[in-house]
């Protein structure tokens, strides 16, 4: 079983949509969350950071995390052309990052005017 | 501040040729990381630096070496390039107290 299952399935919404992303994990030690938008050609930039359990909101992007059922979600509300992209969760389990950030395949997420 | 910083943006290369991929960053961060990105496999570690004078393989180092030049920059190279590397290779960083990555905007490496 890989550490993170994300299900690479590319995602197509229309323009004012929410987007609805998760993760499945296995390695119960990971405590810090967090969700990578990728544009085209570009490099992976952090959207969305979370340490343990909860929610985190910040304008239209929520990420959630539920340690006990080892599972995380992003949700984009009234979704736009520009967050077309691909969405990649990760994690780790110390803060030290040394080696431990263990990456989702990623969702390419389409947003159709 | 200009984040992590990375040349070439584009290289291509004839088999058995050699090249060094050059990575910079100015966040004062302790780790640094080669990944190679390939579709269908995701995001691989190649080489990681926790700290300046460290450094240690990851998931996927065969074909290459890596330098950590000083607590700014870390370089990759290829000794002799192989088909099998063509890649988009990513150089990272993280920030210490809270395991954030930050990202370079990657190099796009097509060996012929």
């Known amino acids: 079983q890989k550490e993170v299952e994300q299900d690479p399935g590319p995602l197509s919404v229309p323009e004012g949509a929410i987007v609805s992303l998760n993760c499945t994990y296995s390695n119960s030690a990971f405590q810090y969350f967090m969700w990578y938008r990728q544009y085209s050609r570009k490099g992976p930039e952090l959207l969305m950071y979370?340490?343990?359990?909860g929610n985190k909101e910040d304008g239209r992007f929520t990420a959630q995390v539920d340690k006990s059922s080892k599972y995380i979600s992003l949700f984009i509300r009234d979704s736009q052309p520009s967050d077309s992209a691909t969405y990649l969760c990760a994690m780790s389990g110390n803060s030290y990052g040394n080696n431990r950030l263990a990456f989702g395949k990623g969702n390419q997420v389409v947003v159709i005017p | 501040n200009a984040g992590v910083t990375q040349t070439p943006k584009f290289q291509v290369l004839k088999t058995g040729q050699s090249m060094t991929l050059q990575c910079a960053q100015d966040m004062n961060h302790n780790s640094m990381y080669w990944y190679r990105q390939d579709p269908g496999m995701g995001l691989r570690l190649i080489y990681y630096?926790?700290?300046?004078?460290?450094?240690d393989k990851g998931e996927v180092p065969n074909g290459y070496n890596v330098s950590r030049l000083n607590k700014r920059e870390f370089s990759l190279r290829l000794e002799s390039a192989a088909p099998s590397q063509t890649s988009v290779y990513f150089c990272a960083s993280s920030e210490v107290g809270t395991g954030r990555f930050f990202f370079g905007p990657g190099t796009r490496l097509t060996v012929t």
């Open positions: 630096s926790a700290s300046e004078g460290t450094t």
């Open positions: 979370t340490y343990s359990s």
